[in-house]
């Protein structure tokens, strides 16, 4: 079945510092998402790109959905301690995919004040 | 406005044993799917419920089974439980009709099998 590969799993960083994660997928993606989760809440999504190029942004949050529809990486700017999480990236294939996500196995992102 | 309610939020369970998670959406969403998120496996789509109709299904045994009600709600059953059962089972819910994978998450049912 469909896979994504997330990196790095885990990143140890200061506060202030910019941060950047990736996801390749050996299958092409209509949709791709990323999402983040705190201890003990569920995911909580971050940001939605929906073509092949696009590129947006939401606060100190920039993502990009890969040409190739095979990939996507996100950057934190001036990262804070309440970025502290896992973020996830997941994928959609299509309309008929509904809520059918494929997910990556996740970015465990910590920020030293 | 009142987010994804899952409940109950903490469970524990023996083998051969079976579970009924139930799963409240946000109002106005239609869609209701479940997750089920292990250390080893990561996040897993089970099912998606759409106006009270199976639409998706995920590779799962057919031990795990839902339904969803015509108020939207939503319950999940597991018959027979394993130990390879434990896991945090998720709830989302998306808006009607919009296949966008924009999915609101419930804090999630930890389920465990002793």
């Known amino acids: 079945g469909q896979q994504l590969n997330q990196s790095p799993q885990s990143m140890f960083i200061q506060e202030g510092e910019d941060v950047s994660m990736n996801c390749t997928s050996s299958?092409?993606?209509?949709?791709w998402l990323w999402y983040k989760q705190d201890p003990g809440e569920g995911p909580v999504l971050l940001i939605a790109l929906y073509k092949a190029g696009e590129l947006t942004s939401n606060g100190r949050l920039t993502a990009q959905f890969g040409i190739t529809r095979k990939d996507s990486f996100l950057n934190i700017s001036a990262s804070i301690p309440s970025d502290v999480g896992i973020y996830f990236c997941a994928g959609q294939s299509g309309e008929t995919s509904g809520s059918r996500l494929t997910f990556g196995e996740g970015t465990q992102l910590t920020v030293n004040p | 406005k009142a987010g994804v309610t899952q409940t109950p939020r903490y469970l524990i369970k023996t083998r051969g044993q079976q579970v009924t998670l139930s799963c409240s959406p946000i109002s106005g969403h239609r869609s209701v799917s479940w997750y089920q998120q292990t250390p080893g496996q990561g996040l897993q789509f089970l099912f998606e419920?759409?106006?009270?109709?199976?639409?998706n299904k995920g590779n799962f045994p057919g031990r795990f089974s839902g339904r969803q009600f015509s108020n939207s709600r939503s319950e999940m059953n597991v018959s027979t439980l394993e130990l390879g059962d434990s896991a945090l089972y998720l709830c989302?819910?998306?808006?009607?009709?919009?296949?966008?994978?924009?999915?609101?998450f419930g804090e999630g049912s930890r389920l465990t099998v002793l």
């Open positions: 419920y759409f106006s009270e109709t199976q639409r």
């Open positions: 299958s092409i993606f209509n949709t």
């Open positions: 989302a819910s998306s808006k009607s009709g919009a296949n966008t994978g924009e999915l609101f």
